[in-house]
């Protein structure tokens, strides 16, 4: 495949974009789980026809989070959230938390649904919170531990990104007040990562994750879950800051805690791909080739997956063919190799200047792939990319 790659004489600087892969699960401050304290309908007498029908769409409800049955939960935490506000009212707090155990069951991945339908049941979703969050702030009152679930819920799923913010800002600001500092790492993050993509991501919250990181390394062991994503988080963050040494440790950290695992986790993957990438930087290519070959040695993100580039440096514009004017390109062919360096580098096709060919080749030399993977094994493969050298004139 063709990959252009176009190149100034004055390189401008780019922005870098803060992306930040994410646990695809719902991360709240009480851990989102389903809500099952609820009092028995058939303690309410005279028992009714719908009582007994609620208790046993109940129980159907239960059995199906026990066996983890996604499709179950859904049918039947709607059935008995229905059922439900017939026999204890619209403002009964047993009707809050069946709306959140049918939000919670709203929001499980489901990747036969199309975008429509997936928005469709977000919105529904986001409802069913806001019923929650009105019960819980008349029982409670508006900034009680509560309402925190209701509040992620509600942001998590709000297409009302700035109505999103304020719930967020909201949630943490509840947290802080708790004294109870693993439930605010818990909400920080959660904010985080509702926020971190959106135009309302800022130096607050920024330092959520980074405040979450410190609590979680106060208050955890090195190998807990939440910590080490928190870790990894917090490079990431480092690193689209350009703060090399503060994520290198960070992204070896993660590697360390995760090479104890049977399995090849996602972050370990990915903090090796920013390892490669920070190590050349520093000039460092014997530890970049280190992390290559680890990720040549691990399952992939996927069974399937073509070579993808990790570290690209531009070559330098020769400054024969920048004093007099000159434009050109370059087309290379070239292996990415099991380990992911680039061999066998040769020109196929240029226009300029036989500098521009020289500078082309003494580049790809640097460059540092994931290799392509077939069956979850990598593999050598053929890669061709065009290398266009053309001046600023503004």
């Given at each position: 495949m063709m990959s252009p790659i176009h190149l100034l004489a004055k390189p401008k600087l780019l922005g870098l974009t803060l992306l930040i892969a994410a646990p695809s699960f719902l991360l709240s401050a009480t851990e989102s789980t389903p809500v099952l304290g609820l009092k028995s309908a058939s303690d309410i007498s005279p028992v009714s026809d719908v009582a007994v029908t609620f208790n046993d769409s109940y129980k159907a409800y239960k059995h199906a989070v026990t066996d983890n049955d996604a499709a179950a939960m859904l049918q039947y935490s709607a059935e008995s959230y229905e059922l439900g506000q017939q026999e204890f009212g619209d403002k009964s707090l047993d009707t809050a938390n069946l709306a959140l155990n049918y939000a919670t069951a709203l929001q499980h991945k489901d990747k036969s649904?199309?975008?429509?339908?997936?928005?469709?049941?977000?919105?529904?979703?986001?409802?069913?919170?806001?019923?929650?969050?009105?019960?819980?702030?008349?029982?409670?009152?508006?900034?009680?531990?509560?309402?925190?679930?209701?509040?992620?819920?509600?942001?998590?799923?709000?297409?009302?990104?700035?109505?999103?913010?304020?719930?967020?800002?909201?949630?943490?600001?509840?947290?802080?007040?708790?004294?109870?500092?693993?439930?605010?790492?818990?909400?920080?993050?959660?904010?985080?990562?509702?926020?971190?993509?959106?135009?309302?991501?800022?130096?607050?919250?920024?330092?959520?994750?980074?405040?979450?990181?410190?609590?979680?390394?106060?208050?955890?062991?090195?190998?807990?879950?939440?910590?080490?994503?928190?870790?990894?988080?917090?490079?990431?963050?480092?690193?689209?800051?350009?703060?090399?040494?503060?994520?290198?440790?960070?992204?070896?950290?993660?590697?360390?805690?995760?090479?104890?695992?049977?399995?090849?986790?996602?972050?370990?993957?990915?903090?090796?791909?920013?390892?490669?990438?920070?190590?050349?930087?520093?000039?460092?290519?014997?530890?970049?080739?280190?992390?290559?070959?680890?990720?040549?040695?691990?399952?992939?993100?996927?069974?399937?997956?073509?070579?993808?580039?990790?570290?690209?440096?531009?070559?330098?514009?020769?400054?024969?063919?920048?004093?007099?004017?000159?434009?050109g390109w370059v087309q290379v062919a070239f292996t990415v190799n099991e380990s992911g360096f680039v061999t066998d580098p040769k020109v196929v096709n240029s226009k300029g200047s036989s500098g521009f060919e020289r500078a082309s080749l003494k580049a790809l030399e640097k460059w540092r792939y994931a290799p392509k993977f077939v069956d979850g094994k990598p593999v050598a493969a053929d890669s061709l990319v065009q290398l266009d050298f053309t001046l600023d004139r503004s």
């Open positions: 649904l199309d975008r429509k339908s997936k928005n469709e049941r977000a919105e529904k979703a986001h409802q069913l919170y806001l019923i929650a969050l009105s019960i819980y702030e008349t029982e409670f009152g508006e900034d009680s531990l509560e309402t925190i679930d209701p509040l992620l819920g509600a942001a998590q799923t709000s297409s009302d990104a700035r109505k999103a913010k304020s719930q967020y800002h909201h949630a943490v600001g509840i947290a802080e007040d708790s004294e109870r500092p693993l439930l605010l790492a818990s909400v920080q993050m959660s904010a985080f990562n509702g926020l971190k993509n959106s135009e309302y991501y800022d130096r607050r919250v920024r330092d959520y994750a980074l405040d979450a990181f410190e609590i979680y390394q106060e208050k955890l062991p090195q190998d807990a879950l939440k910590r080490v994503e928190a870790t990894y988080t917090a490079g990431m963050i480092w690193f689209a800051e350009r703060r090399e040494s503060k994520a290198i440790p960070l992204f070896e950290e993660v590697i360390t805690q995760f090479s104890k695992l049977n399995y090849s986790h996602p972050y370990e993957l990915a903090s090796h791909a920013r390892l490669v990438e920070l190590y050349e930087k520093e000039g460092d290519s014997e530890s970049s080739t280190k992390h290559c070959i680890a990720i040549g040695s691990m399952r992939p993100w996927q069974e399937n997956q073509e070579q993808t580039p990790l570290y690209r440096i531009n070559p330098k514009y020769p400054m024969s063919a920048a004093s007099t004017g000159k434009e």
